[in-house]
């Protein structure tokens, strides 16, 4: 699996595990992601989700290398078109852009590390923001 779920009392850690790609999401892994967030909203114990990235990337986005990704009803990354019924916070370390940067800004509150960095670095590439960062990013942080 590409992403740990891990119950830690009332705290439910995401940790996307693909630290040979910055830990970009894959089709497989948008899939893992959506199974986690199902898990957390269906657990009546774990009370907050946090979505990290492991070895100190939260996450570099979409695999550009895959390529692989679909366009389902909870968002090419696996979870950022749907709604939990818990708060939710990311936990960011490293670089947090691209895609990364709209599973951030998915989550209810945002952590960062002072080692965060964060950006929308596709748009050089031609890669849109799809999974509502043009949306939440505005509303966050203002025009």
Not at 65 to 94: C, H, I, Q, Y
Not at 118 to 124: A, L, P, T, Y
Not at 126 to 139: A, E, S
Request: charge should be negative; charged fraction near 30%; glycine fraction near 10%.
């Amino acid at each position: 699996m590409s992403v740990e779920y891990d119950r830690r009392g009332p705290v439910a850690v995401s940790t996307i595990d693909r630290p040979d790609r910055r830990n970009a999401v894959d089709d497989a892994t948008a899939r893992d992601l959506d199974d986690a967030w199902d898990r957390f909203d269906e657990d009546d114990d774990a009370l907050v989700g946090v979505l990290t990235g492991s070895e100190g990337t939260f996450s570099a986005g979409a695999d550009l290398e895959a390529m692989n990704l679909e366009d389902r009803p909870e968002g090419w990354l696996g979870f950022t078109r749907r709604r939990v019924s818990k708060p939710t916070v990311a936990a960011v370390k490293g670089h947090c852009v691209a895609g990364g940067l709209e599973m951030a800004l998915w989550c209810d509150l945002r952590v960062a590390s002072e080692s965060a960095t964060f950006g929308c670095f596709e748009r050089r590439f031609g890669v849109p923001l799809v999974d509502g960062g043009t949306h939440r990013l505005p509303h966050i942080v203002g025009p």
